[in-house]
């Protein structure tokens, strides 16, 4: 099986599909996603005979059938990215433990070029905002690249940048709705086609928005954190599908969050600023 492009979901789903059935499945230009790895670890923890997993040529051998066993998935690097995002969203410092470094590289590189100190120790992370923020250019690609559940939480970040940011999105379409939103709260955003070009350096005013999709939520309440008065947003039930004990993380980052229950219902921010430069905080990364 080929595929045109080396999608997560597709290499996954044929993984899965391939495990279980006689023969022996190929398939070419693969995802490469970590996460694809862990699923052809646990698939093999049960049995199963999965090889190449990491590469663009992953080989199935179906097996007649599977057995129980115990498996502890790898950290959420999209969430460990949120959170160091925000360091540099808000001006304070955190460390996100319980990360996979090797699995946020593409990230530890565009925080650097943006301006911020990032140290990467065993399985923590600590980034901390200690100047002003660089405008920078970002494309998204398949992994080891610049993952694309990253780029709208970039695109608040480069929001406040002193200088002109472009974003171009070559994974899905359509993935730049959140940049209305943050229209509505003061961001230069022109999007042109699979493009974003934004022009920082303003200051983000709270605002009602609405949240058109997981990634767009958590970029939204990253905007009200840093924003000055309230932001109110709807939706906001989308952001606990991908981002376990929100509320209570951030609480514990010193953020004010009214409205939003760990099931999702409406959500409120009332605050400007999470851990003030004079505050270190720590949050553990969530195991997805």
């Known amino acids: 099986i080929y595929l045109d492009f080396p999608s997560v979901g597709a290499t996954e789903n ?36 999965v090889r190449g997993a990491g590469t663009d040529l992953i080989i199935v051998d179906g097996v007649d059938e599977f057995h129980g066993t115990r498996h502890s998935v790898i950290p959420d690097r999209i969430e ?5 995002i925000s360091a540099g969203i808000t001006g304070g410092e955190v460390t996100v433990e319980n990360v996979i470094v090797k699995h946020l590289q ?18 923590k992370i600590t980034v901390k905002r200690t100047g ?11 992994y080891p690249g610049f993952p694309t559940d990253l780029q709208s939480p970039m695109m608040v970040l480069l929001a406040q940048a002193k200088g002109t940011s472009t974003i171009v999105e070559n994974v899905f379409e359509n993935r730049f709705q959140v940049a209305d939103e943050l229209k509505r ?8 086609g699979q493009a974003a070009i934004i022009e920082g350096g303003e200051r983000l005013s709270g605002a009602q928005v609405k949240a058109p999709d997981l990634r767009a939520g958590a970029s ?12 109110q947003i709807c939706n ?17 980052l010193g953020a004010r969050i009214s409205g939003l229950s760990e099931e999702g219902d409406g959500l409120e921010l009332r605050t400007s600023l999470v851990a003030p430069e004079d505050e270190k905080a720590t949050v553990e990364n969530a195991i997805s």
């Open 220 to 231: 939204l309440l990253l905007a009200g954190l840093a924003a000055q008065g309230e932001t």
């Open 236 to 252: 906001a039930e989308l952001i606990t599908r991908g981002y376990e004990k929100v509320v209570g993380k951030f609480t514990s």
């Open 80 to 84: 460990a990215g949120t959170y160091m």
């Open 185 to 192: 709260m003061g961001a230069k955003i022109q999007v042109k």
């Open 14 to 49: 044929i993984m899965m599909a391939a495990a279980g059935i006689p023969g022996t499945t190929v398939i070419e230009n693969a995802a490469k996603e970590p996460e694809t790895v862990d699923l052809a670890n646990f698939l093999n923890a049960m049995g199963g005979k």
């Open 132 to 142: 002003d923020l660089m405008a920078t250019d970002i494309k998204t690609l398949p």
């Open 106 to 123: 593409p990230v530890i590189a565009k925080l650097g070029e943006v301006g911020l100190s990032v140290k990467a120790n065993e399985d």
